[in-house]
């Protein structure tokens, strides 16, 4: 089977790299981008199966990536989850009704975010790998 491919939208760079050793250590092929402006560009190269995206991003924010994704037909059908260290209560439901998958706050666990993608992308359910 072949790996399927994750877009991470995080402009963090900690949190890039916590991202990057949970996700590969579980066989994920990963492409990043910092900004909203790099977001949709990654979107267009990589064609990912499904997409991490934080709200508080330069360059516009999560949400105006979601609804452009949301808006442009090749993306309407990739999963989005959008991680926030944002208020969840003004957050989640917007998140939501914009076509966002799931919702998951930071810091998130990391088994919840697997079991997530793995139902989001068609996959059997992770055996947790955590990184050594």
Do not use: C
Request: charged share 25%; proline share 5%.
């Amino acid at each position: 089977m072949s790996n399927k491919k994750l877009l991470v939208v995080e402009d963090d760079a900690d949190v890039r790299f916590g991202f990057h050793v949970l996700l590969k250590a579980n066989h994920y092929d990963l492409f990043f981008a910092a900004d909203s402006i790099s977001a949709m560009s990654e979107a267009h190269k990589h064609r990912p199966d499904l997409i991490i995206l934080d709200l508080g991003l330069p360059g516009g924010g999560g949400f105006i990536v979601l609804d452009a994704l949301r808006a442009d037909a090749s993306f309407s059908a990739i999963p989005v989850i959008v991680v926030s260290a944002r208020d969840v209560r003004a957050n989640k439901e917007r998140a939501l009704n914009a076509g966002a998958r799931a919702y998951l706050q930071k810091p998130w666990n990391d088994d919840e975010l697997l079991t997530i993608i793995a139902q989001l992308v068609g996959q059997p359910e992770p055996s947790i790998s955590q990184p050594s």
